[in-house]
């Protein structure tokens, strides 16, 4: 594993950019699964703490190219689980599966598009956001508890998603977008909710 993999290049941009610290190395805790299969991040609560494993396919870890758009979002998916359960951890809060996968759709718009390092144009968010929301397909059925809470997920980020695009494209005061991004970050369940209901 090399200091320059995918997964802890995108580790690096979401610790800089939510200001956080203290958050361990992804690299010890990345898993190789077979290609076909998909993103898995496993949590075991021990005595000692919490154990993590970031399962990715093998393909995505350290790519030959670039990766295809599915692709690049199960690695940032991934990362965005591991950030977000470490910090957690080590402020001994509490998390949900809905948190996570929220964050998980908030984090890849925010990489994809509002932290790059070049400005996205108002074409270019709104079909990143089409992309990641609108034209998204899912592995778990409509009616299981996983299919509700990823589409659920997905309608809240949409919904924040819109709120951030305008912001960004006004760039009136990008400190102040990036203080939201950060509250919504920290923010438990409850009050990410109300975020994202009330963009």
Do not use: N
């Not at 689980?81 to 996570?100: D, K, N, Q, S, Y």
């Not at 990143?128 to 929301?133: D, E, G, S």
């Not at 912001?167 to 509250?183: F, G, N, S, V």
């Amino acid at each position: 594993m090399t200091r320059s993999s995918l997964p802890r290049r995108i580790q690096a941009r979401l610790v800089q950019y939510y200001g956080l610290e203290d958050v361990p190395d992804v690299g010890p805790f990345l898993a190789m699964r077979d290609e076909a299969e998909r993103e898995r991040v496993l949590v075991r609560e021990t005595d000692e703490g919490i154990e993590l494993r970031v399962e990715l396919p093998r393909d995505t870890i350290e790519p030959d190219g670039p990766l295809s758009f599915d692709r690049l979002c199960q690695v940032v998916e991934g990362v965005s689980h591991f950030v977000l359960i470490a910090e957690r951890a080590r402020c001994g809060l509490p998390i949900t599966l809905l948190e996570l996968e929220l964050q998980a759709e908030v984090d890849k718009f925010v990489l994809l598009g509002v932290a790059r390092s070049t400005r996205c144009s108002a074409r270019a968010l709104a079909e990143l956001r089409c992309r990641l929301f609108t034209t998204a397909r899912y592995v778990d059925e409509r009616d299981s508890e996983a299919g509700q809470r990823y589409r659920l997920a997905s309608r809240l980020a949409w919904q924040f998603a819109c709120a951030i695009e305008r912001d960004y494209l006004r760039a009136t005061a990008p400190h102040r977008l990036r203080e939201a991004l950060r509250q919504f970050f920290r923010a438990g369940q409850t009050t990410k909710l109300e975020l994202a209901l009330a963009a």
